[in-house]
């Protein structure tokens, strides 16, 4: 091949590497030749032109063609040879002959296999597509955050950002965020905490992993409700844990004589509002759990989801609050009291050394940072401005829980069944059995609305029901009645309608 011909040609037409004449001409042709060796066309040991020479070929200025051979040289695609020349490298040298002929077309053959964890957490996926729009879950209401000051803490921090503020986060995260919330947790929450055992995360994800890493070991049986939060099963799963529905009824998570004579190494449960169908888990129910806990070393794993907005009443207390024997593992986020991209959760472990060795794998694992956001955050909290906001909240959500319920009411009757607990940022609309709630959430996701099917939420088939879970706290009140509507609709034209009507 001559060199100055294929690099003109390809010049001529825009290209490249593939891509419409993009940057300076040095890095051009750099990328000409590169893919040239790559495939093949400059064969390896074959002699280039020198700089000069090329230049004057192509027309183009000597440095031009110097840079892109030096670039090539000091990537290894071609070398110099004293008093003979700069010649082609053989960039496959260290692959057999066998290799060299199997290698595959890039961009071509099947896509390739992935880990067995990759595979289940995929098949467990319940986020397609943007988790944005009309009845998404987990979506706080982003209007209403206190921005400007939340900047001005933001900006407070940056602008006096010290040497430890810009370094990896250790030791458990920042020291005045735990103590903040420590404090918030004791006041709010009823957890027995103090700053020292604390571990902030980057949500409640990573916070379950964590847990999965430091206490306990592949195929070690996990109890999980039934029906339970899909997120905690699938890094559960994909830790190689053994995940055992429990079902849930009226009291929370109820496990059977069966069960009980199979304790796990760990449970995972929602006690002050359990997803996804909102009931509290009563007192006898959490007794149970702390007594298998005791008598076999079981770890409870708490995750107070929604417990900060509660409509009726006064909040309940967590279950750790009960523990008096240090088996419960209180965990919860930011990401729906605050926003969902602030990625601030927290882990409160039941002892001070067992939380200096979580923050110690921690930080090994994942050398996370963000102190700056932390530092602002402590100060959100010690400044009343995130309870201001929760109690702002609170009320707004009840509002548009409300009237989501009003429009159920009204389209489909009231005794249409749907949740009946006063709390938490979603409301679950049952569907009767002819229902397949699994393609009315594909139809109305089609239409921009956003829910999630009640079904895709059971591990088992049996027993597994039909329903669409629906979050408000981000619909717009002007937006309520008109996407309910959109949804009614769709689920009318899939069988519900009959059943509608007969009622």
Known sequence: MLLSDYLQRHLERGKAGGRAGEGPLNRQIYELMRQAILRGELAAHSKLPSSRELAADTGLSRNTVLTAYQQLLAEGYIEARAGSGTFVSDTLSGLGKEARRARPARGGGATPRLSQRAETVLRDSAISGSPAGPFALGVSDTSVFPHAAWARLIGRHWRGASPALLNYAWGGGWQPLREALADHLRLARSVNCEAAQIVLTSGIQQAIALICQTLTDAGDRVWHEEPGYRGAGAVLRAHGLETVPIRVDDEGIAPTAHDLAQPPRLMYVTPSHQFPLGVVMSLARRRVLLDVARRHGTWILEDDYDSEFRFEGRSLAALQG?????????????????????????????????????????????????????????DFIRAGHYAAHIRRTRQLYAEKQSLLRECIVRRFGAGWPISTHEAGLHLVLHLPAVCDDVKIG?????????????????????????????????????????????LAAIIEAQGGGAVVRRG
């Open 442 to 486: 594909a139809l109305a996701q089609a239409q921009g609305i956003v829910t999630r099917p009640l079904s895709r939420h059971y591990l088992n088939a049996a027993g597994r029901q039909q329903g669409l879970l629906l979050g408000y706290a981000d619909v717009r009140m002007g937006q309520v009645r008109p996407a309910f509507d959109r």
């Open 322 to 378: 009960l523990d008096e024997h240090e088996r419960v593992i209180y965990m919860g986020s930011f990401s729906k009291t605050l926003f969902p991209g602030i990625r601030v959760g927290f882990l409160v472990l039941p002892t001070a050394a067992l939380a200096e060795r979580c923050a110690a794998t921690y930080a090994e694992l994942y050398r996370d940072g963000q102190l700056v956001q932390q530092a602002a955050l402590a």
